[in-house]
């Protein structure tokens, strides 16, 4: 389905399945999430990453479930799905496939 | 995988389709959250509340586009769109019914009548007969465009043939039907032995006839009961098979049931029972079956052609048989020429292929004009509405968004009309397919709507919507927001001829066209009906009697029907009475021609022939009867029997023909087929024989005392009520034998069935002419009424300013004429030249009639007044003063 082509998007999508992965979460833990663990090298934008998740949701990759969040609050908690899994698989392995590939090439000495 | 995949993806879509406002609710609430716990954040780190929202908003890179991007994601915004915009289609137009009524209508009218013709040509000419391997079934159509031919013939034909798998033959027969009650004159085959192994049909009950069976004249008294007539005369008894039953009182056994599917080879008629060729000379008593010289036995041959043989190669192969028999038997074989055509129609494919052709041609016509008016309404609503529309344009829609929009208002207008349509023709095809015109000829149109006709009539409607759709495409195309809004909706002056002109100018042409055919077949009918048929139907009642039915013998056959003459004349009222044999004239489009040569002649070949007049055999008095005028000679007399020297009666066109004049023909002699010399004793008028629309043709009448036939026609000329005169004569022929079955008709509604091609034609067209008359009103009342209320302002101004009331029509709809007046002339034109096509079907259809031309000119004149009527008395009425006050 991720067009390792698009390598932004495609990048994203990975980032989000992988952290959905771990564990079950809300959209604005998932932000502050994705600071967490990529620093500032990754900036996703808000505003980004709702229609990505409801992207991942409508390809059956995560599902949602709204449920009382840390505060209390009713929040709408993704979790990835067997299919979901699979995928991720696909995609770190195309990603690790990908990143070898333009390492070796960025590796080549300069004749 | 796939599969897994739509379990988790299809109820999502169902959901965002279905709960819309849940779902956009969810949405809200999900971005609400986040952007509560941004702003929480943004306070935490010290700035106000308001500009905490404010930094989270901004951080949300516009949540309007973002919450689009997330319904994009949903997947389902094309679905989205399109139901918006039906929605907002429906709404527009229930802002203008008027409109919609018109265009619904319209539209509904033009696809009823294109289902209906299409509907007759699926039944008649698409569809195969309901049989196995349809596809290599073809029939042989011997001789001048029927298939009749001799039993030896086809017995020869089916023998010596290399192309066919095998050949098989039927005829009709009538016969009294006696199942233990009274005789019931009934329809059947007769058909060779092999006739339903050929065509691969089973028994539905019991078992069929075979060619084992057949082992001469007579050897197969066997009977199969079409599952119609054994539906409704036996009641389904499956005990039937075994039991005897009477067919003119010869006893046949009923071996089996034919399957409800199967109704015979002929595609408009359903037979009663099937019975084997070799019994039908024993049944009818009609021409003998081993005589190969005459051609009124079978009435088509057919088969499966081998593998890989063409229809060409099988035609070729039987005029290669033709010809050997024509060497052979030089005396007895016509240079027929043999065409080969599916079966179902035979002889009947040609006629009906040009008639139900021509039905959809102009058919096709109705619905372009449709297409044309509905395309101007169109126009000129989206005209009207050209500042809505450069306003929605400058409020950022695209035009691909708004074209759509106005796609969907043709569709949907398309969609109703053609629904609306499809129900109608449905039911006319209902109609027509348990229609019965005659009784007594089990008539049938094999018609009801199947799923082509659905399939077809949607396809139209939908192609339609799209033409007149596409109308005002370039106009919003070439639409200017800015121009518009800022100068408001005049049109930009100056095109002389607008697209919508010319739609107009060939809808009316296209309308003339159909208002001219329709006039021509009019015309036509009329002069049929009073033209001259050498004998006067009214005042006539025909008794049809066979009596082989009641087991009479050729020795006895010309003194019961003697006696039979003689007691109708003794009925109180009636004048006359005469006998023909077989058919009288224009009855059932049956009659005969046999070759005659001139006294001279020593080869008597068919190619030799000096003429092919049409045959009848009378009894005297029988001119007296039709009212025949003898124009010279005399009648034929009881003595003109066996014994005496064969003498016949000629019509005027056979004695001009051969002997020059209708006084040089009494006394002369030509040679008949069989070398006998026959004297020419008087002459009479000529007339019609075969149908209304031949032109004239040489015919003998011959003593019936000479050729004794079983099944003849007497007519009975009285001033009575038919009613009580039928019975009368009944009673007064079952006094002399109340075993023999009589068919009582009079001669003009026996006439209908003649005249029934012709009607049909003429009711047709004329629907058609009186739609495309309706066409043109509305289309020009469109067009008229759109230009005074462009126009309005100006028309005021003009009446302000003292313009006088001409001046003022004239501004108003001197266009709408002057394209009525074009496309009028431009279609009569055409009209006349389509013409020669009509007169495949009616009668002396000659455009170039003073009458038909001025009554089109009426007719079309009469049309731009109606349509225009409503929208000149409205620039008439105008006040100047209101409306430069309005502006």
Known sequence: ?111 | MRIEHWFYKLPLRLRSLFSRRRVENDLDDELQYHLEQKTEEHISRGLTPGDARLAALREMDGLTQRKEECRDARGVAFIEHTLQDIRYALRVLARSPGFVAVAVVTLALAIGANAVVFGLLNGLVLRPLNVPRAETLWGTTYGEGSGWQSYPNYIDLRDRNRTFESLAAWSFTFAGLDAGKEPVISTGYAATGNYFDVLGVRPYVGRFFHASDERGPGSAPYLVLSYACWHARFQDDRKVVGRTIKLNKHPFTVIGVAPPGFQGTLMFGIPDFFMPIVNKEQVDGGPELQNRGTDQVIFEAFGHLKPGVTPAQAEADANAVGSYLRKIYPRESGTHRTTLSKPGLNAFTRPVRAFVGGLMALAALILLAACANLGNLFAARAADRSREISLRLALGSSRSRILRGLLTEATLIALAGGAIGLWISVALLHGLSVWQPFQGAPLHLPVAPDANVYVAALGLSMLSGFLFGIVPVRQVLRADPYQIVKSGSSLPAGRRITVRDLLLAAQIAICAVLVTSSMVALRGLSRSVQSKIGFDPRNTMLAATNLAMAGYGNDTLTAMQKRMIDALKTIPGVQDAGLVNNYPPLVYTAAFRKAIYREDAADLKPASAAAWPYFYDVSPGYFRAARTALLAGRDFTWHDGGAAPPVAVVNRDFARSMFGSVTEAIGRYYKAQDGARVQVVGVVESGKYLSLTEDQQPAIFLSFLQAPMSATYIVVRSTRDPQQLASAMRNKIHELDAGLPVDTQSWSTMLDVVMFPARMATMALGVLGAMGAMLSITGIFGMAAFSVSRRLKELGIRMALGGQRREVLQAALGRAFKLLALGSAAGLILGIMASQLLAYIVYQATPSDPLVLTGVVLVMALVGLLATWIPAQRALSLDPLTLLREE
């Open chain 1, 1 to 111: 389905m991720s067009r390792p082509t698009d390598l932004v998007q495609g990048t994203l999508d990975l980032l989000l399945l992988k952290i959905l992965a771990l564990q079950p979460l809300n959209g604005w833990a998932i932000s502050q999430r994705l600071k967490q663990v990529s620093g500032d090298i990754l900036q996703v934008s808000d505003g980004s990453l709702y229609p990505a998740l409801h992207k991942l949701e409508q390809e059956g990759w995560i599902t949602a479930e709204w449920k009382a969040s840390e505060n209390n609050r009713r929040a709408k908690f993704y979790s990835l799905t067997r299919l979901g899994r699979r995928q991720l698989q696909q995609e770190a392995a195309n990603w690790a496939r990908l990143s070898d590939a333009i390492t070796h090439v960025v590796r080549l000495d300069e004749a």
